[in-house]
């Protein structure tokens, strides 16, 4: 363990590790065979700011398509940002060319959330975890084996399926493999994007409980994306909770899970299950009406104001800013007109749902789970 | 002997089963077997391909021992020879009169010498030919498909531009300016064949650049030229490996094309289409060996090499593997149809 060192603590060492200010991400939509014009843009990512003090564990969450995968990549620079900046202890990131990234990436990596399409199918285990060894010119031959043999060994591999393929390895595994080839240049930040969602759930709390041992070891910071609310509230420290392209609350997470503000963080938490029956029955279930509106053109004003069982005329007009609410500890923040008060009943359109949906059903009983999707 | 379909089913059961088992041991073995070990492994229980190896092989003997076959008969591959190699009627030889075992041609030469040194050139310019285009299409068709943008369209366009053009007249073209030579003959044939090993290896490439394998790499710090040689290559090792098979034989008949019509590498050096070419004015088809036995050889050699490449993609390809795993099978199942079955789920 005597290679696996603590990272040199560099001299911007006590501000916070990751600062993301106001990221924006566009995703052009061209048309055309020669003379591609945009006709229009996916806004996957619209103006996210975000704090990630050292050594705790962020967690992220939102429904598919609300833009967090894509400000995973914004903040590793997979992707080039349409504006806004990415300071990675005390470094702007943002506009570096892939040359001058480099030496940063050595500090910030990421595991991925498919662990089948994120290992390189026709090459060997110990090329994988080893490569970023090899790129960084750490470390060679019978060295290089060494290192990986013992990452393998940290994260709970045998090493000496060193000379295996993926294919070779269960999900749970592989995802082990992804963790080690993060782990290879002893980051202090990663960025997990949905790091359990392909997994069963027994071999995610394996993985869990590895990312939790690792932070304890190697001092590591985590920005933690899942859409399992039960998880995100494991892990986290702190969590912000994105809805299209936009933090709509962050706080910690004791706080936004015990007295969520926004009409969308009290939908979500409501969605989520409750393994005490009689709990669950007497919880009441905001059900809200319709899809996630397209990014290509969203709402005006909140963004959430089409589903919003609180939304007025206001909503669609003004956007909320992300601010403390009046009584809040500093910390939690949410981007709400109307926000919910402790103990206030979200109706909303859930009955009238239900109602149809119940009626749908009894119509055509073959056709009721569709309706129900 | 005809069998119930319940007999059948738990045949292929049984040799399921051994696969699974076989399948069981390799996992154990520490070392992973790569998936083109895989392939070779799948490939030697091909008869099909030891078929064409040996084909192959057979012509690749005939062009290393060509010197030695022109030593031992003591007749020359190139001089015209009208006292020994024609009878007494001046007429040449047929296969196995006058010690001429096949034959001779309007000029007296002996025509298995010629046969052998042809076998040289075509195996020459078809293996050195089909490296040349497929090392060009590969690393052109990379690029084209990893940076996309102004290079894709620049490089696609090009494929297509060569993929329509009338190779014959530009090869006759090239060789009337350049003089027919063969380094001209193996650059005009890869020339004229990389397009399509690179329009495969583009569009190959840009699927496989959307994996997440490929951001992973991004993300720990590869830069391009590791992320299309390291980790994309490797994937594209099957389909290239097939088409590299396959383009031989096109390669071969390519270069014997150009040398029937005189464009290719060119007398005096003796290559099965200028065999085909020379033999066929003066003699026709009375003189039936000038043109079958140059044909044969052409025939082995293409045979050969398609049958391999068939069997080469047979063994690279997983989707035809099932197929093919039942084809080996029940060849194997077959001897024991008899048995009892509890006697063969006992055994492994």
Redesign the interface.
């Known amino acids: 363990m005597a290679d696996l060192a603590p990272p040199p603590i560099s001299p911007a060492a006590s501000g916070p590790l990751l600062q993301v200010e106001n990221v924006v991400k566009h995703f052009p939509i061209k048309r055309g065979i020669f003379f591609k014009r945009q006709i229009g843009k996916v806004q996957a990512v619209e103006g996210v700011s975000l704090e990630v003090r050292r050594g705790e564990t962020v967690g992220l969450v939102g429904e598919t398509g609300c833009g967090k995968s894509t400000l995973a990549?914004c903040i590793?620079r997979?992707h080039p940002l349409t504006s806004g900046r990415v300071v990675f202890d005390g470094v702007d990131i943002s506009r570096l060319s892939?040359g001058q990234?480099?030496p940063h990436?050595?500090r910030m990596?990421?595991i991925?959330?498919?662990p089948f399409?994120?290992?390189?199918?026709?090459?060997?285990v110990g090329s994988i975890i080893g490569?970023?060894l090899a790129?960084?010119g750490i470390a060679d031959g019978a060295e290089r084996k060494r290192r990986v043999q013992e990452l393998m060994e940290v994260v709970g591999l045998n090493p000496?399926?060193?000379?295996?393929?993926p294919s070779?390895f269960s999900g749970g595994q592989r995802q082990r493999i992804?963790v080690a080839?993060a782990l290879?240049?002893r980051p202090s930040l990663i960025v997990c994007d949905e790091p359990v969602s392909a997994l069963d759930v027994s071999v995610q709390a394996q993985i869990i409980n590895l990312l939790e041992d690792l932070q304890g070891e190697f001092a590591l910071t985590y920005v933690f994306i899942a859409h399992d609310l039960a998880v995100v509230e494991h892990v986290s420290d702190r969590v912000a909770v994105m809805y299209l392209g936009k933090i709509v609350e962050m706080a910690d997470t004791a706080e936004l899970f015990g007295s969520p503000h926004h009409p969308y963080t009290v939908a979500l938490l409501s969605a989520s299950m409750v393994a005490d029956p009689e709990k669950a029955r007497s919880s009441q279930r905001v059900v809200l009406h319709g899809d996630v509106p397209s990014p290509i053109n969203p709402p005006s004003g909140c963004r959430f104001h089409t589903r919003c069982p609180k939304a007025q005329p206001l909503c669609s007009v003004e956007e909320p800013p992300l601010t403390v609410q009046a009584g809040d500890p500093p910390g939690h923040l949410t981007a709400c007109h109307f926000p919910v008060a402790p103990g206030e009943r979200l109706v909303g359109a859930a009955p009238e749902i239900k109602a149809a949906v119940a009626g749908f059903a009894a119509a055509s009983p073959a056709m009721g789970e569709e309706g129900k999707g | 002997m005809s069998l119930s379909p319940f007999e059948v089913s738990s045949q292929t059961f049984v040799a399921e089963e051994e696969q699974s088992l076989e399948a069981l041991d390799a996992s154990r073995a520490i070392e992973g077997r790569s998936p083109l070990r895989l392939a070779m492994a799948r490939l030697r229980t091909d008869r099909m391909a030891w078929i064409a190896a040996a084909m192959i092989v057979l012509m690749a003997l005939l062009a290393i021992v060509a010197p030695l076959v022109s030593t031992l008969t003591g007749h020359s591959p190139y001089n015209p020879d009208l006292v020994n190699g024609t009878n007494s009627f001046g007429q040449p030889y047929g296969p196995g009169e006058g010690g001429f075992i096949l034959g001779t041609d309007n000029v007296g030469r002996d025509i298995l010498v010629r046969v052998a040194y042809g076998a040289r050139i075509s195996l020459l310019v078809g293996v050195l030919a089909t490296l040349l285009a497929t090392v060009g299409g590969t690393v052109l068709g990379l690029v084209s498909g990893y940076f996309g943008g102004w290079i894709d369209a620049l490089l696609a366009r090009l494929m297509d531009a060569v993929l329509s053009f009338p190779y014959v007249l530009a090869a006759i073209v090239l060789a009337a300016v350049f003089g027919g030579s063969l380094p001209l003959t193996i650059g005009v044939i890869a020339f004229f064949s990389w397009a399509a090993i690179g329009r495969i290896v583009r569009g190959q490439t840009l699927s496989q650049k959307e994996k997440e394998y490929v951001e992973a790499a991004r993300s720990i710090g590869a830069g391009s030229f590791r992320i299309m040689f390291v980790d994309i290559l490797p994937n594209l090792v099957a389909p290239v490996i097939v088409l590299g098979t396959l383009l031989v034989p096109v390669a071969i008949v390519f270069e014997a094309t150009l040398d029937y019509l005189g464009v290719g590498v060119g007398p005096p050096t003796p290559t099965w289409g200028n065999m085909l070419a020379d033999d066929q004015g003066s003699a026709g088809f009375a003189a039936w060996w000038f043109w079958v036995i140059p044909s044969i050889a052409l025939l082995i050699t293409t045979l050969g090499f398609n049958l391999l490449g068939d069997s080469v993609r047979d063994a690279l390809d997983p989707r035809t593997e099932r197929l093919f795993a039942t084809r080996r099978k029940s060849a194997v199942a077959g001897p024991a149809a008899g048995e009892p079955i509890s006697g063969e789920v006992a055994a492994p």
């Open positions: 990549r590793t997979l892939a990234l480099r990436r050595r990596q990421m991925f959330q498919d399409g994120s290992l390189n199918p026709r090459r060997r490569d970023p790129i960084h000496e399926h060193y000379n295996r393929f070779e992804g080839r290879a240049l």
